[in-house]
């Protein structure tokens, strides 16, 4: 009996350090090297500037593509195993930048350090899911959403240090991933195992036929399963819409302080205070999970973002678009870890790569979803005003879809 009994790991505080560490690198594939791109495009004058640009674009198109097809691998050959092989290939991958003989081989190695990324984001979000409780999950995916908002911050200081020592010296960064592969090799390990190495259901998952209960009859097994469809898919269009709205800031606001005559510093200001707002938005999202019905919170992140583009298209002054970014930054960061912990309550150990991968793809689908709307509007409208207007309608409708569907979402 002994030798089939399971074992379970107990993550400690490296684990947990380990997980919200890593969670800093799903940014790394643009904000690490943009301040680069023009050095870049100096040093290969013959390139455009649009596939220059791919230096920091290729890596979420990587993400978009391979998020959940990684996620599947995950849930086969082990989240933990699949998070250790990604950090090595990322810091090779990121590294590869120092070195690259031409701007071809250089845009291949993004496009694997995108594949790498994807491999980060999914694991990290799925190990979290199986290793925490509920309300313990929820601080954590708050923990790693701050973590990736605080990345933003210091990777677009210092990769603008050193892009003074040149378009190279920006790929330095990724030398982080030698410690943070270390720490995954030391701490951290599959939920659970058998003596055979194959995943448990986590106790937060019970099986139908768990002891002393009746199993379910065929009609509510079939119910549940659709409403956890359901939900699983109303959690990655949310991703997806909330990504589209607040990608704008940093692709359209610069635009705008421009219009009222300030310069990039201002811009820079801005975008700084926009990146704090998305580390406050999810520490306050673990507080109001544990207090607050999750269609509310949804609906309530929604009408942020919504009131944070309409001040983008009534500004009358810079202000208001300083304000517009804080609400947007806010609400962002607030649903991010809310969808996380969504998805995580309806996954088990055996799909739980399969779910965050398709979170990831749906959020660099929605960064991609920007251009097109920004680009449509702006030919139909011609002002940048019109496009965050435009998006204030989305998140409008977006809330009240979250309140729609608030008995499916809130499980009652």
């Not at 019970?206 to 009859?217: K, L, R, T, V, Y």
């Not at 809310?338 to 995580?344: E, F, G, S, W």
């Not at 709307?373 to 207007?389: E, I, K, N, R, Y």
Request: with cysteine; net charge positive.
């Amino acid at each position: 009996m002994a030798r089939n009994a399971s074992k379970r790991f107990t993550p400690g505080r490296g684990a947990l350090v380990t997980l919200v560490l890593v969670a800093m690198l799903n940014v790394m594939g643009g904000a690490a090297v943009a301040p680069a791109l023009p050095a870049i495009s100096e040093a290969y004058p013959e390139a455009s500037e649009a596939i220059v640009s791919l230096v920091i674009t290729l890596p979420s198109l990587a993400v978009a593509l391979s998020g959940l097809f990684v996620g599947v691998i995950a849930d086969r050959v082990g989240k933990a195993r699949t998070l250790v092989i990604s950090l090595a290939v990322f810091t090779a991958a990121g590294l590869w930048g120092l070195a690259a003989p031409t701007l071809e081989a250089l845009l291949v190695g993004r496009f694997v350090l995108g594949i790498a990324i994807a491999g980060i984001a999914t694991t990290s979000a799925a190990l979290a899911s199986e290793h925490y409780d509920e309300s313990t999950r929820a601080k954590v995916f708050s923990w790693q959403s701050a973590a990736s908002g605080a990345s933003v911050l210091v990777l677009e200081t210092s990769g603008g240090f050193l892009s003074l020592l040149g378009w190279r010296a920006p790929f330095l960064v990724y030398v982080v991933g030698f410690a943070l592969l270390a720490l995954a090799a030391a701490f951290i390990r599959e939920a659970r195992r058998d003596m055979h190495g194959h995943d448990h259901p986590s106790d937060s998952h019970p099986s139908s036929e768990g002891e002393g209960h009746d199993a379910p009859s065929a009609h509510a097994t079939t119910r549940a399963a659709k409403t956890t469809t359901f939900v699983l898919a109303a959690c990655l269009a949310g991703a997806f819409l909330s990504q589209t709205l607040s990608y704008l800031v940093p692709s359209k606001m610069p635009y705008l302080v421009t219009a009222f005559g300030q310069s990039s510093l201002v811009s820079g200001l801005f975008l700084g205070c926009f990146g704090i707002a998305n580390i406050v938005g999810p520490l306050a999202s673990a507080r109001l999970q544990q207090r607050v019905r999750h269609s509310l919170i949804a609906a309530g992140c929604f009408v942020s973002l919504a009131l944070g583009c309409t001040l983008m298209a009534i500004a009358a002054g810079v202000w208001m678009v300083l304000a517009g970014a804080v609400f947007i930054g806010l609400g962002v960061g607030c649903v991010t870890p809310l969808l996380m912990a969504l998805i995580a309550a309806r996954s088990t150990p055996e799909n739980s790569g399969k779910h965050m991968g398709a979170l990831a793809t749906a959020c660099n689908l929605g960064q991609f979803a920007c251009t097109l709307l920004s680009g449509s509007v702006m030919a139909l409208a011609g002002t940048h005003q019109a496009v965050f207007a435009v998006a204030a309608g989305i998140g409008i409708a977006s809330a009240a879809a979250s309140l729609a569907l608030r008995r499916k979402i809130d499980g009652c």
